[in-house]
Nanobody
């Protein structure tokens, strides 16, 4: 069964950086390469919102407008791990971050929301202090 485990969250001062990791297991090598991996975040009292996505079939990446230029998603195929490098963090970035996966050649459309993914990790907390 596919499992996703996030790590790398923690406390960081505003303006600082963190790198989140999403380790995937249960995928075959070929299936992982055909999968799309996304990052979502959830603020207190709100629904999960999309942050970024990478489609391994073509290597294309996507970002929510508020993180463009600050966050970078990448993948290590050998380790079956997807990363989210977060720079210039601000107070509005504080949330629980989740990674999600779907066996698809493309990232799910924005309109699909969280329903576009089939597998989810447990989340990792990112706290930003002023």
């Amino acid at each position: 069964e596919v499992q996703l485990v996030e790590s790398g969250g923690g406390l960081v001062q505003a303006g600082g950086s963190l790198r989140l990791s999403c380790a995937a297991s249960g995928f075959t090598f070929d299936d992982f390469d055909d999968a799309a991996i996304g990052w979502y975040r959830q603020f207190p009292g709100k629904e999960r919102e999309g942050v970024s996505c990478i489609s391994h079939s073509d290597g294309r990446t996507y970002y929510e407008d508020s993180v463009k230029g600050r966050f970078t998603i990448s993948s290590d195929h050998a380790k079956k791990t997807v990363y989210l490098q977060m720079n210039s963090l601000n107070l509005e970035d504080a949330a629980v971050y989740y990674c999600a996966a779907v066996l698809s050649p493309l990232c799910p459309p924005v309109v699909a929301g969280a329903a576009g993914y089939d597998y989810w990790g447990q989340g990792t907390q990112v706290t930003v202090s002023s």
